[in-house]
């Protein structure tokens, strides 16, 4: 039976922070009835929140992106600051746009001293600004951890306690129990993701469709499968028509799922892809372009002197082993991607490292108890 009504305050960025979101509050909406309030989209709003304000807005990507926007960033961290506050909740759960929910916890953190904030999808401090997972002890609570490499990691940095429950979006792929068909075809199909943003999308077509071009004119047939959303499509299409290129776009997920299940393997943007090409045991090459501003300030962050000597796609940072191409920066050129196409259509050897990796992470990834499950059975143990 439920209890009497519980206030909670929830703070998600981005399509998928909204869907996380949603099943982890499902799932507490199972032992309590809640008042929801905060920032969402259309997920949480069906459990009854009411958003402060569009959640697209919370989509910024890299440092000068922020820099550019810092004034109407700061105009709605103080508000919804001053909302929360209001609000009184019992609790705080903040799920992605780091740049966002973490300026809004701090200060909500200290006028409600007592107030247990959750973050739901850590910050990347594996990847930079370390510095930040000591100084979230001061306001985090506890981390909820989607990578299983993480707790670790706080540990080492004296960072509030993580504890990894598992990742939705692997679970969901791995639950569904599709199975990879051996592939026997004289033409390879690629999946080809460039992106989820327009931005990235810009960058890394011009490269890939020239390797592309490339590897066609030295005699490798192929097709192209290429997964993205309703927005990017005719924008993809017209830099593709007129190359002679066999290609396919669509947006349906059902459809990219089972591209990722009957291809050869793929050529896909750092971030959420390469898991989910890992969780269908698909090889892939790994292409980043940052802007040049963003660039040269992520080096200047990250403290060392070239990009491309840090690992940052997720499978190999899971396996802890750089085994699956990656190419960032001024490595992704069409000269370098051509390279990595040929010997994945010529070497079977890297397709098979490749495969070892995934079981590895496999492995790693798997869990017992639904993700949504276990976070809200910790969530409801500070309720």
């Avoid at 939705?168 to 992106?195: H, Q, S, Y």
């Avoid at 066999?246 to 892809?273: C, H, M, P, Q, R």
């Avoid at 899971?318 to 069409?334: A, F, H, R, T, W």
Wanted: proline letters at 5%.
């Amino acid at each position: 039976m439920k209890s009497e009504k519980r206030k909670i305050a929830i703070i998600a960025g981005e399509v998928s922070g909204d869907k996380i979101g949603s099943d982890l509050i499902g799932e507490i909406a199972s032992v309590y009835d809640i008042d929801l309030y905060g920032v969402g989209g259309e997920e949480l709003a069906r459990h009854g929140l009411r958003s402060l304000f569009p959640y697209e807005e919370l989509s910024i990507i890299g440092v000068w992106d922020i820099i550019k926007n810092i004034f109407t960033l700061k105009k709605r961290v103080n508000s919804t600051i001053k909302s929360i506050v209001s609000y009184k909740p019992e609790l705080l759960i903040i799920i992605d746009s780091p740049e966002f929910t973490h300026r809004v916890a701090k200060k909500v953190k200290k006028a409600m001293p007592n107030l247990a904030v959750i973050n739901y999808v850590s910050p990347t401090i594996w990847f930079w600004r370390k510095g930040r997972g000591r100084k979230m002890s001061e306001y985090i609570t506890h981390i909820l951890s989607i990578y299983p490499f993480e707790p670790a990691l706080y540990k080492k940095l004296n960072g509030p306690p993580c504890t990894y429950i598992g990742n939705p979006l692997f679970e969901n792929i791995i639950n569904n129990k599709l199975n990879r068909k051996k592939i026997v075809n004289k033409n390879k199909t690629i999946v080809f993701m460039p992106g989820s943003r327009k931005i990235e999308i810009e960058k890394l077509l011009p490269p890939c469709i020239t390797a592309f071009k490339e590897i066609k004119k030295l005699g490798y047939e192929f097709n192209l499968e290429i997964p993205t959303f309703n927005n990017f499509q005719d924008f993809i299409e017209e830099k593709l028509v007129n190359t002679g290129i066999n290609y396919s776009i669509y947006s349906s997920e059902s459809k990219k799922i089972n591209s990722f299940l009957n291809s050869d393997f793929a050529v896909t943007a750092s971030g959420s892809a390469t898991l989910e090409l890992a969780a269908c045991r698909l090889p892939m090459i790994v292409v980043y372009k940052l802007t040049k501003v963003n660039s040269i300030l992520a080096s200047i962050i990250l403290k060392i002197n070239n990009l491309k000597d840090a690992s940052f796609s997720l499978p190999n940072l899971i396996n802890q082993k750089k085994i699956i191409p990656e190419l960032l920066q001024s490595d992704c050129n069409s000269k370098k991607i051509t390279a990595e196409l040929i010997k994945m259509f010529n070497d079977s050897n890297v397709i098979n490292d490749q495969l070892s990796v995934f079981d590895n992470v496999h492995e790693i990834m798997r869990v017992k108890v639904r993700p949504e499950k276990a976070a809200a059975d910790i969530i409801t143990g500070y309720l």
